[in-house]
C-alpha cells in the first residue's frame, strides 16, 4: 500500500498535445452550445462516493474509495480518501482556503492535495472564464473558456463528454471523460489521464450519489 501510495503522490505533482480547431458559432446557437456545455456541471451540491482505480508510474497499480462533497456555489470540496480496509488516508476541505484535515505519508507531500482538489475542480465546477467562445469539433459541441493563460475545452458529445485542460503555452495539463451519464446528469464513470513523464490515469466507478441541503 505504501508504495502504490507513494507513486499517486509523485504522479499528483505533475501534469503534449494541441488544442483541436473550432469552427465557431454565433448568435442564439452560440448561447445555445454554451448552456449544453454547462449542464455537464452540477448545478448543485452533491455527495458522490467512488471506486478509484489508478494506473501509476512504472506499471504501479492502485485501488481506493474517495468521498467527496462539492458544492458549486463557492466552489466548495470536502474530499476524503479510504484504502480498501477503510483506513481514512488523506481527508482535505477546499473553501476560500485549502485545509488538510489528515495525510498519511506518503500523501503529505507538498502540492498534493492542491493538484487533487484542482483534479476534483475540473471534473465538477464550471471553468472559470474570462472569455468563452463555442463552435463545433468533429461534430460535436466545443465551448472553449479562457481565463488566467490557461485554457479549459469542455467537449460535449452522445452520452459522455470530455473536459481538457491546456496552459498558457497550449501543451495538454489533464484530460477528463466523463460517460454512462445518469437522470441527473452525473457521470457513473469518470476517466482522468495526465500526460507526462510521471503521468497517470485514473478511473471513477461511481458507487452512489445524492444531492446536498
Not at 458559432?25 to 454547462?38: F, I, K, P, Q
Request: proline share 6%; aromatic share 4%; hydrophobic share 45%.
Amino acid at each position: 500500500m505504501k508504495r502504490i501510495l507513494a507513486a499517486i503522490a509523485a504522479a499528483a505533482l505533475m501534469g503534449c498535445g494541441t488544442m483541436p480547431a473550432i469552427t465557431p458559432l454565433r448568435g442564439g446557437e452560440l448561447s445555445a452550445a454554451a448552456s449544453r456545455c454547462e449542464r455537464c456541471f452540477p448545478s448543485g451540491g452533491v455527495r458522490l462516493v467512488q471506486a478509484i482505480e489508478a494506473d501509476l508510474p512504472a506499471g504501479a497499480k492502485g485501488s481506493l474509495i474517495g468521498v467527496t462533497l462539492i458544492r458549486p456555489e463557492g466552489q466548495s470540496i470536502h474530499s476524503v480518501l479510504m484504502s480498501i480496509e477503510g483506513l481514512v488516508v488523506f481527508e482535505a476541505v477546499r473553501e476560500r482556503k485549502l485545509r488538510v484535515l489528515k495525510a498519511l505519508p506518503p500523501l503529505d507531500n507538498p502540492g498534493f492535495a492542491a493538484g487533487m482538489m484542482d483534479d476534483i475542480a475540473l471534473a465538477y465546477f464550471r471553468p472559470p472564464v474570462d472569455t468563452m467562445e463555442a463552435g463545433m469539433h468533429r461534430g460535436r459541441t466545443l465551448c472553449r473558456y479562457r481565463a488566467g493563460g490557461g485554457v479549459v475545452d469542455v467537449i460535449v458529445g452522445d452520452g459522455e463528454w470530455r473536459v481538457v485542460k491546456y496552459d498558457d503555452a497550449g501543451r495538454l495539463r489533464r484530460e477528463v471523460i466523463g460517460s454512462d451519464l445518469g437522470g441527473d446528469g452525473i457521470p457513473r464513470k469518470i476517466l482522468l489521464r495526465a500526460p507526462g513523464l510521471l503521468g497517470y490515469t485514473l478511473l471513477l466507478n461511481l458507487i452512489e450519489s445524492e444531492p446536498l441541503r
